[in-house]
């Protein structure tokens, strides 16, 4: 992996893993989402990761009528790369997943590496007031949930990236992911180079201790060799640290209020362009460029805003 000295930061702006209830500054409706995008769009995110959610209860949703105007504001005031979930919920059937990278055929979209356990059930030890009556129960059905990613649905989803010319941040929550990684870039079933987004601190997924951190990077480095850009996930508590960390270890970053609802320890963060402010100060103080849009997409090989569907 090259030395890097401009750091790309994505803002993972909807919490589509997190209930509605556990932060009031989380963004539900569309234009909620579109605000929060732009906001860490002015605030320094070159790539903007977007889920949405139905406005009538909240629930995370796949539906392309929800994505729809979050897009066209988005699109229509700021240059920012449009990162499209193809990760939705861990409830979702692939084929639900799948419905918005379908129709809009954005410049880039996630993509889970890997089945695994996704336990979100000890949030129900911290968080007692829910305001919908399904939150409650989503939390308490991931004791028993696998989040099914497997080989037949990553060549699936990178198909339709091949058929729609969009290019993916690859989710690894695991050491796991990144030799399936490597299995399909070996088959060519992907183009260089790899975006490799790796994530820490999901209970089910490889933890955030600093040696979790380096064993990632040193795996990536002996499977990947030169052909991928590293990023860094830090779920909770772990983001800040994480990333900051792994910045000085070659990595990008990724923020948000999907990933985690704090700025500082027992603080809330108001909005995902407070976190990206502080990424972008701790890097700034580091010596570190913060990567505009269009740099982004030339160091990822992306094919530009006009080539999109929205």
């Known amino acids: 992996m090259a030395t890097i000295r401009k750091v790309i930061i994505t803002a993972a702006v909807t919490g589509a893993i997190h209930t509605p209830s556990m932060s009031p500054y989380l963004p539900s ?12 769009a002015e605030a320094g995110a070159a790539i903007l990761h977007l889920h949405t959610r139905d406005p009538e209860d909240g629930r995370p949703s ?11 504001k988005v699109k229509n005031n700021s240059d920012a790369v449009v990162n499209i979930t193809t990760g939705g919920s861990p409830a979702m059937t692939v084929q639900e997943r799948m419905r918005p990278v379908m129709a809009f055929k954005p410049e880039l979209a996630s993509l889970n590496m890997g089945s695994m356990n996704f336990g979100l059930y000890p949030m129900l030890d911290r968080f007692t007031e829910f305001k919908h009556d399904w939150e409650r129960q989503s939390l308490e059905n991931s004791r028993d949930l696998v989040f099914k990613n497997t080989f037949q649905d990553i060549e699936t989803i990178l198909d339709i990236g091949r058929t729609n010319g969009t ?11 990144l030799y399936n990684l490597q299995h399909m870039h070996a088959r060519g079933l992907t183009d260089g180079p790899l975006f490799v987004q790796s994530v820490f601190g999901i209970l089910g997924g490889i933890g955030g201790h600093p040696e979790d951190l ?25 983001q ?5 960390m792994g910045v000085q270890m070659g990595s990008h970053v990724r923020v948000g209020l999907e990933d985690s609802l704090w700025l500082e320890p027992k603080e809330l963060a108001k909005s995902n362009a407070e976190q990206v402010a502080k990424i972008r ?20 090989g992306l094919k530009g805003q006009d080539s999109v569907g929205f």
């Open 29 to 40: 409706d569309p234009d909620e989402i579109a605000e929060a995008a732009l906001g860490a």
């Open 62 to 72: 796949q539906d392309p009528e929800h994505f729809a105007p979050v897009l066209e």
């Open 167 to 177: 290019k993916f941040e690859f989710e690894c929550y695991d050491i796991s992911h």
């Open 214 to 238: 380096m064993h990632m990077r040193r795996t990536a480095d002996r499977l990947l060799g030169e052909e991928y850009l590293w990023s860094i996930l830090g779920a909770g508590k772990n």
């Open 240 to 244: 800040m640290p994480l990333a900051t």
């Open 281 to 300: 100060r701790s890097l700034e103080d580091l010596s570190y460029e913060i990567a505009t849009p269009d740099e982004a997409r030339q160091m990822l």
